[in-house]
């Protein structure tokens, strides 16, 4: 072990030890079910505000530097586009779903859908947070091996066991209380790298390498495919971020819930603009390495300190510590709460509470399981969970949001056929990371047959009673307008969709804006029937 790898788990003993302490705290706050899912509903703006630029900013963090090293500016993009998915959470969802007092996205399908729909949807969620945990986890262990010769495994091992034994506690309290201690890392670690920056490369340093690599100083470098799907996944994953409205809407009221994600998106500015100039950094003075993640320490070991290099990377470790907590404790929610109720219709909020931190052990546990099994490919856990849950979700989600007409039957059939034609595509395209069947990503494919099936078994339900209320006003006509144009431009540009990966997002957009037609122009013959009434 190294001297920075000395000094790494000095600091990194003496925050887990902290993080455990204020777990205590939490545990006091956290009474009852509602304490211990949602905080009681206690959070003001300054806990939304850490909660979200936790969750939100420590993922993007790592990701931008890893592709800043190897793309050059044009990874900012990454950053932009889970800004975006943030803004639209606070201005279009925050308020409606504090009304409705959500926990869970399959918390939401259970009650619409009924027992069979929350647990299955309660399990498809519950299943995939562990591999978007042990993703971000791998990613600052392969970092972490640099300077203390830890293995990847048993650095994720560490960190499992911690964001479970601080879960345990306090629930949703033990993620606020936790949040703002790694915020604070957070920007410790961006003053440490900003100093690093000025020291070696400095502004000179990168000159020189836009110079080099002209590539690296181009916003487009990294393929306009590429900036595409990142805005694409973001933008359709708004509506089922689980773990972004679990710790929202644990808010006060509605309005602290919207400032606590516009704050936090401001806070993420410097922390995407960091991670860009960081990865630039190690690209000038450590070049030639395959991964990102393991040239930042090694340009910061020749730049700093020993102290110095260990403090930035305890901002990592509270980078991978402030994704993974919501994403356990949110997976452990569904398994816990919404599988729980729905195999015991009869269970007190004690017993959910108890089930919950069963799940919490259980989802540790396959959390180190995931990365024994595949610790070499990081990125690979993130496009499994987007394939299993975001296939499943997606229709039944928005349905029962703006659609009365679907059926249980329709969403419990759709939340099956969309995961299992989304991972049949992954298995048909050998189960690569950036290789897919016919160079179309299988979450696109899970979706489109989640649309189809959802909206197929609705309308041939022969108990289902629906109206045709076509319009040539209103949000369908356009839908469909969008739709053709849409269409038109897959048959024009065929050939370049399809090469550059973009023709499964184009294909999902038309479906999507189709559902948005029938929704739009399908209704429930009741309502149809009083309105004409009221009309006639």
């Known amino acids: 072990m190294t001297t920075v790898g000395y000094w790494f788990v000095g600091f990194a003993l003496a925050y887990t030890f902290f993080l455990i302490l204020i777990s205590q705290v939490a545990k006091r706050k956290a009474t009852g079910g509602n304490g211990y899912f949602v905080g009681g509903r206690g959070f003001n703006t300054l806990f939304v505000t850490v909660c979200i630029t936790g969750l939100f900013s420590g993922s993007s963090y790592i990701a931008i530097i890893e592709l800043s090293y190897l793309q050059g500016v044009s990874a900012i993009w990454y950053g932009v586009a889970e800004t975006v998915q943030v803004l639209i959470i606070a201005l279009v969802l925050i308020a409606p779903f504090r009304k409705k007092a959500l926990v869970t996205i399959s918390g939401l399908l259970g009650d619409r859908y009924g027992e069979k729909v929350r647990g299955l949807a309660g399990a498809i969620t519950a299943f995939t947070f562990p591999m978007w945990s042990v993703a971000t986890a791998l990613a600052f262990a392969s970092a972490l091996s640099v300077f203390t010769g830890l293995s990847l495994l048993l ?10 034994v601080y879960l345990q506690f306090g629930g949703m309290w033990s993620v606020g209380l936790t949040q703002l201690s790694n915020v604070i890392v957070f920007f410790v670690m961006l003053a440490i790298g900003t100093y690093a920056f000025f020291v070696n490369p400095g502004v000179e340093g990168l000159q020189t390498l836009f110079q080099e690599k002209p ?16 805005f694409g996944t973001f933008l359709f994953n708004v509506i089922l971020a689980q773990a972004a409205f679990q710790m929202a809407l644990s808010c006060k009221t509605p309005e602290q819930g919207r400032n606590g994600l516009l704050y936090a998106s401001l806070l993420g500015v410097p922390l995407i603009i960091g991670a860009v100039v960081f990865g630039l950094s190690a690209a000038q003075v450590v070049p030639g390495e395959a991964r990102g993640l393991v040239a930042v320490p090694l340009y910061l070991m020749e730049t700093l300190p020993a102290p110095l290099v260990a403090l930035f990377f305890l901002g990592f470790w509270a980078a991978a510590l402030s994704w993974g907590a919501p994403c356990q404790f949110s997976g452990a929610t569904s398994l816990g709460r919404d599988v729980g109720r729905a195999l015991n219709r009869n269970a ?7 089930y919950t931190k069963w799940s919490l052990l259980l989802l540790t546990v396959l959390m180190v399981g995931f990365a024994f099994l595949r610790s070499d490919q990081s990125a690979w856990w993130n496009v499994l969970a987007w394939v299993t849950r975001n296939s499943a979700t997606f229709a039944p989600v928005v349905a029962a949001i703006f659609w009365p007409v679907v059926t249980k039957r329709a969403a419990f059939v759709s939340l099956f056929t969309g995961s ?27 979706m489109i047959v989640n649309i189809i099936t959802i909206v197929a078994v609705t309308l041939l339900d022969r108990s289902n009673s629906w109206v045709w209320k076509g319009s040539v006003k209103g949000i369908g006509a356009y839908s469909t307008v969008f739709a053709l144009l849409l269409l038109i431009i897959l048959i024009s540009g065929f050939e370049y969709l399809y090469s550059t990966g973009i023709l499964g997002m184009v294909l999902a957009l038309i479906v999507s804006s189709l559902f948005i037609t029938c929704m739009s122009f399908i209704r429930e013959k009741t309502v149809a029937s009083a309105k004409s009434y009221q009309t006639g």
């Open 155 to 164: 650095s994720v091992g560490v960190t499992a066991l911690l964001l479970f």
């Open 215 to 230: 590539s690296y100083a181009s916003m487009g470098g990294v393929g306009i495919q590429t900036i595409l799907a990142w």
């Open 348 to 354: 007190t909020d004690r017993q959910l509470v108890t």
């Open 420 to 446: 299992a034609s989304g991972l049949l595509w992954y298995h048909l395209g050998g189960w690569g990371i950036n290789e897919f069947y016919l160079n179309i990503h299988p979450v696109w494919i899970g």
